[in-house]
């Protein structure tokens, strides 16, 4: 069964630095699709980066980096010059053909950005 | 171009009563999801629908969850009657092609009491 991991419940960042959000994964699906949300505290998701399981770079969008090693089954997320509008819940989340393309999801990380 | 649309935001029901979420999609999205969030759990998937069919109803609890999506566009989703167990927040979220990003909604809250 797949499985995804978020193993920071919450974490307290300075403003402007570099943070990592982690994300670990289980699956046996050859292939597959890793996301990044956000949710403000307003309520709403919004996707942040995805990166496909056969892509050979690590996907990037704008201040946002996906770290991902697959033969660790890591798709940690990055965060550069932190800003404190980045305060909110994030979550990983995986698509594949075993879970017929529903997203399952980690348990989220709050992120807190101090000025 | 407007986003994936839920209405309500937030509602309030007593315990037995009957509550009914709205979901509209991007327009041209076929798939249309439901997932939610329990209190203090992680968010779990509902159902798929590809236009007006459901794809996947495997994470739906119990019958008393009954979605719909008459011609293919908005969607309905009807809790009766309504239980405690059932707060939390329901999202929706849509994709034009099965597997491309999906884009969510800003959730309704359910709140039981």
């Known amino acids: 069964a797949q499985k995804i991991t978020q193993t920071q419940p919450g974490m307290f960042v300075q403003e402007k630095e570099a943070v990592t959000l982690d994300c670990t994964y289980d699956?046996?699906?050859?292939?597959?699709?890793l996301f990044w949300y956000k949710q403000p505290s307003s309520g709403e998701m919004i996707f942040l980066i995805y990166q496909g399981s056969y892509d050979q770079q690590n996907a990037t969008e704008g201040r946002y980096s996906l770290n991902f090693q697959k033969a660790r089954k890591s798709a940690n997320l990055v965060i550069s010059a932190s800003q404190l509008g980045d305060s909110a819940m994030y979550f990983c989340?995986?698509?594949?053909?075993?879970?017929?393309?529903?997203?399952?999801w980690g348990a989220g990380t709050k992120l807190i950005i101090k000025p | 171009e407007a986003g994936v649309t839920q209405f309500p935001s937030h509602s309030v029901i007593e315990k037995g009563q009957t509550v009914t979420l709205r979901c509209d999609p991007i327009s041209g999205h076929d798939n249309l999801y439901w997932y939610r969030r329990v209190m203090g759990k992680e968010i779990k998937f509902l159902l798929h629908?590809?236009?007006?069919?459901?794809?996947?109803e495997s994470g739906m609890p119990n019958n008393r969850f009954l979605a719909e999506r008459t011609g293919g566009t908005y969607s309905t989703l009807k809790v009766q009657p309504a239980e405690l167990e059932d707060s939390g927040v329901y999202f929706c979220?849509?994709?034009?092609?099965?597997?491309?990003?999906?884009?969510f909604g800003q959730g309704t809250r359910l709140t039981v009491v």
């Open positions: 629908f590809v236009k007006e069919s459901k794809q996947d």
């Open positions: 979220a849509s994709s034009q092609e099965l597997g491309t990003e999906a884009f």
């Open positions: 989340a995986m698509r594949g053909m075993d879970s017929n393309y529903q997203l399952i």
């Open positions: 699956t046996s699906d050859p292939s597959y699709g």
